[in-house]
């Protein structure tokens, strides 16, 4: 059954021609995108041929025609709309370092790692404009949904850290996430001996509480 987290990253998708999902694994995003009229045709795309064999009986039994492709990252496509999620920051930023420039066709750029959202803003910041951003909670984990089209962003400190849209917005599930976040760093920021990560932390636990006692105007 596909999760509440796919089905969150799957509304992005919505008015776009060709979705490609990648790292598609069981093909669940894409057959949710068509089979709701998000998008009109979708690819998914794996490195690895064996989610692909199960992608391919879940569209066998929706009976659609998903094509699928085996590649290390994004293959040469005319897809508007790119979905990769469910895989760290820092396999992203490798995936678009690497292959990005197969997507001559992109319009927008749908992100959902595991981990390590500031990493990932900060390598998009200057190439792209965050559009949306979400916090969601998914199967006792928060996730961050980070929507791009392109662009000449220059976000600050704060804005890479939280996110953007994230600071503006303010939903209960960002500040429920942020409040989590503080209660881990304020744990283990006693223990931690190497003192230039223990600045580190303190900095964040500091940035935090700062954003914590706003109210919205
Ligand atoms: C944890 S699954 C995520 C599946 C789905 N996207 C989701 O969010 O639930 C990660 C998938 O990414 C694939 N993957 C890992 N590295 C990849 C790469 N460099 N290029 C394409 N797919 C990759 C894996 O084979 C796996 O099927």
């Known amino acids: 059954m596909i999760s ?8 992005y998708t919505k008015g776009y021609n060709l979705l ?3 790292g598609s694994d069981h093909g669940l995003l894409p057959i949710y995108a068509i089979n709701n009229n998000y998008v009109k045709d979708a690819i998914a795309s794996d490195i690895n041929f064996k989610p692909l064999i199960k992608a391919k009986e879940n569209f066998k039994k929706y009976n659609l025609d998903i094509k699928t492709i085996i590649y290390d990252g994004i293959p040469k496509t ?13 396999l992203i930023i490798q995936i678009l370092e690497k292959t990005l420039d197969n997507a001559k066709n992109l319009k927008r750029l749908i992100l959902c790692p595991n981990t390590d959202y500031e990493m990932l803003r900060t390598y998009i910041n200057h190439k792209f404009n965050i559009v949306f951003e979400e916090v969601i909670y998914d199967k006792n984990h928060y996730y961050e949904i980070i929507v791009l089209e392109k662009g000449d962003s220059n976000y600050n400190e704060y804005e890479l850290y939280f996110g953007p849209v994230l600071l503006k917005t303010r939903s ?8 989590k976040d503080l209660k881990t760093l304020k744990n ?3 223990g931690i001996t ?3 990560k223990k600045e580190n932390v303190e900095k964040e636990i500091k940035m935090i509480e700062e954003i914590l ?5």
Not at 213 to 217: M, S, V
């Open 4 to 11: 509440s987290r796919l089905i969150s990253i799957s509304k």
């Open 20 to 22: 490609l999902d990648v």
């Open 78 to 90: 005319n897809a508007d709309c790119i979905v990769i999620a469910g895989m760290g920051s820092e």
């Open 172 to 179: 209960k599930e960002f500040i429920n996430k942020l409040e």
């Open 188 to 190: 283990i920021v006693n």
């Open 194 to 196: 190497d003192l230039i």
């Open 213 to 217: 006692c706003q109210d919205t105007l």
